[in-house]
């Protein structure tokens, strides 16, 4: 008897199911993926930009009147105790974009750092303090301004310390000071008796960042009248 082969046969037509993915599959796949990562590639990008308009909108809006709040809060402290040196010393300096001044004197600040090396660091209640601007080596026109500070008081009321770079786009730091009857771009508590100046006029240009600008930065003006204490 032959054996028979039918049987086998119909089973045998069942199977036609194979695993995997066609390439059209494939490349339907990856070019889903390719859309996700360019959408989410496109909101980090749009976040970091905003997040950068952000930073540069509040460096613009606030350098100044940091600075210029640091100017007044040390200015209103100034004090001479006596007329027999110059404590309090404002010059009048100039530059290729405008006024580069100086000032310097002592004032009823509190500190803490040691006074040199080997002393112990502490608080200070009365210090040596100045602004000035010097030019900056890297960029032709503009200054960096400089805040002095000497902690306690020597026999050079005006000089010593240590400088600390506050900002480096200064076009002009213009001060002046009005002795009762005018304003004077000089002052010398010693020349003075030992007085200080009724007023001091202080005027800040800056460039800060602007993004609208075409060269990232615009100048801006700031200026403060401070009333001392007779």
């Known amino acids: 008897m032959k054996p028979d082969f039918r049987g086998e ?16 599959e494939l ?13 989410v590639y496109g909101v980090v990008v749009s976040t970091i930009e905003a997040q950068e308009r952000v930073e540069d909108l509040m460096a613009g809006s606030e350098i100044g009147p940091t600075l210029m709040n640091f100017i007044r809060q040390d200015l209103e402290a100034a004090f001479v105790p006596d007329k027999d040196k110059d404590y309090f010393v404002g010059i009048d300096r100039k530059s290729s974009t405008g006024d580069h001044d100086r000032v310097d004197f002592l004032a ?27 030019d ?7 200054g960096i301004l400089y805040r002095r500070e000497d ?56 460039q800060v960042p602007d993004r609208q600008a075409e060269s990232g930065f615009s100048e801006r003006t700031y200026a403060l009248t401070i009333t001392l204490p007779r």
């Open 108 to 134: 009823a600040v509190t500190s803490y750092g040691a006074e040199d090396a080997l002393a112990e660091a502490r608080f200070h209640t009365i210090n040596e303090v100045g602004y000035q601007v010097s």
């Open 151 to 206: 902690y306690w008081m020597d026999a050079e009321p005006v000089k010593g310390g240590r400088l600390t770079d506050l900002y480096d786009r200064v076009t002009m730091f213009d001060v002046q000071y009005w002795d009762g009857g005018e304003w004077i771009v000089d002052w010398s508590s010693q020349k003075k008796e030992g007085k200080l100046p009724e007023a001091i006029r202080v005027t800040l240009k800056l």
């Open 136 to 142: 900056s080596s890297e960029r032709p026109g503009l």
């Open 9 to 24: 046969s119909a089973s045998s037509s069942g199977v036609g199911h194979r695993g995997g993915f066609t390439l059209i």
């Open 27 to 39: 490349m339907l796949s990856m070019f889903l993926v390719a859309i996700m990562m360019s959408i």
